[in-house]
């Protein structure tokens, strides 16, 4: 069983940043691409950001430019770096771990962790 725990959300001002982590459990953990998704009210889950196994990234064009995604596969962590927040980013922010190739849609992920929330103020 995969636990994975995310970290890291609150509430900043328009133009601020955050540092989102996710932390894995299991031994497994560098074999797998991993994704970050996020969901506001009313809204249905989407795609934020994603790094694979080999470290190869891939952003929503959203977030592109101004969020970063990286892993320390010794710490079994994935992080997102969120620069220059904007209140439309506001929303629960989840870590998910991939069942294979597939890294921008909900179902190509397997294991879900609980989410955090990031609140953006204008």
């Known amino acids: 069983q995969v636990q994975l725990v995310e970290s890291g959300g609150g509430l900043v001002q328009a133009g601020g940043s955050l540092r989102l982590s996710c932390a894995a459990s299991?031994?497994?953990?560098?074999?797998?691409?991993m994704g970050w998704f996020r969901q506001a009210p009313g809204k249905e889950r989407e795609f934020v950001a994603a790094?694979?196994?080999?470290?190869?990234?891939y952003y929503a064009d959203s977030v592109k430019g101004r969020f970063t995604i990286s892993r320390d596969n010794a710490k079994n962590t994935v992080y997102l770096e969120m620069n220059s927040l904007k209140p439309e980013d506001t929303a629960i922010y989840y870590c998910?771990?991939?069942?294979?190739?597939?890294?921008?849609?909900?179902?190509?992920?397997?294991?879900w962790g609980q989410g955090t929330q990031v609140t953006v103020s204008s």
């Open positions: 790094i694979t196994w080999t470290g190869s990234t």
């Open positions: 998910a771990r991939a069942r294979g190739t597939g890294i921008s849609r909900v179902h190509e992920y397997d294991y």
């Open positions: 299991g031994r497994t953990f560098s074999s797998y691409s």
